[in-house]
């Protein structure tokens, strides 16, 4: 009870958080541009599939950095209870992972058989497979570290769960405003995501299930031939949209059809009812 009292205004340090991050992540990220050989004063620059890895491997450097002298100095707390425990989680990485697959491989699937999509080849290259894997890996750990673990953890000391859940949500969806081809639509689906993405954090506050989900729903969206939030990625499938819109996701990807809203909402749901089912076992 003590502890919940002096957690009650832990919201106002995600409202401290917010320059500091945008100063230090954009610095580290300015650094890996350079590193990486980026044309930074070129707005046309395209970057490679190992620029784009350099630049977001310092984005992870430089935001692990700045939430472990946040943990330290201010929620005077380990790095670690930001949700890292491994003990008995390695379940929850499977699923995480599997519940991507699935998803993605079953979207495909029935975009496929109705023609919204159109098998064009199979495009395999290793070494851009493993970037891409280890660039959604990153993706993955340090949106998750910082709008789950220290974000929606800190809502959850001063809100009911639920509220700091959307409250989260909103922010992670918000995150994506510069992304390529949103629209409201596209916007609504990613505030989705971060409730799918939440979900199991209420109940475990435990990050090695979103990490995942998080991981899988990105790196497969990838290589079916999505594009991933309106960003364009490495494909080892490719296929044409004949006729872009909200059931194929268009140019946003898979995330800006119904399909992925009707994936989102069962999984949500789904996620609910067993955590639920759990502790009301336990509590018999």
């Known amino acids: 009870m003590q502890e919940k ?25 300015f650094l890996g541009a350079l590193l990486a050989g980026v044309d930074i004063m070129n707005p046309d620059f395209e970057q490679t599939s190992t620029q784009h890895l350099i630049i977001k491997l310092f984005d992870l ?35 995480g992972l599997a519940v991507g697959l699935i998803i993605m491989a079953v979207g495909y699937g029935i975009l496929l058989s109705f023609g919204e999509l159109v098998f064009v080849k199979v495009n395999f290259d290793f070494k851009e497979i493993l970037i891409t894997i280890v660039l959604f890996i990153v993706v993955a750990v340090v949106e998750e570290t910082l709008l789950r673990g220290y974000i929606l953890r800190n809502f959850m000391y001063s809100f009911n769960k639920y509220v700091a859940l959307i409250l989260s949500s909103v922010l992670f969806a918000a995150m994506h ?3 390529p081809n949103i629209d409201g639509f596209a916007f609504f689906n990613l505030f989705l995501a971060g409730i799918l993405l939440g979900m199991s954090y209420l109940y475990t506050k435990n990050l090695w299930f979103p990490i995942a989900l998080h ?14 939030s309106g960003l364009d990625a490495y494909s080892l499938v490719e296929f044409k949209i004949i006729d872009p819109n909200q059931f194929n996701g268009g140019a946003f990807g898979f995330e800006g059809s119904y399909f992925s809203i009707l994936a989102q909402i069962i999984t949500i749901v789904s996620i609910a009812i067993f955590y639920n089912r759990q502790k009301t076992e336990m509590q018999v």
């Open 61 to 95: 450097v430089g935001t692990f950095l700045l939430l472990l002298l946040f943990m330290k100095k201010l929620d005077n707390e380990p790095f670690v209870n930001l949700g890292f425990q491994l003990k008995n989680r390695q379940k929850d990485i499977l699923l």
């Open 177 to 179: 405003l510069a992304n």
């Open 5 to 29: 009292g002096l957690k009650k205004g832990a919201w106002t340090r995600v409202l401290i958080l917010i320059l500091p991050y945008f100063i230090v992540v954009g610095l580290f990220q």
């Open 215 to 228: 991981l899988s729903w990105n790196l497969f969206q990838s290589l079916f031939g999505f594009n991933v």
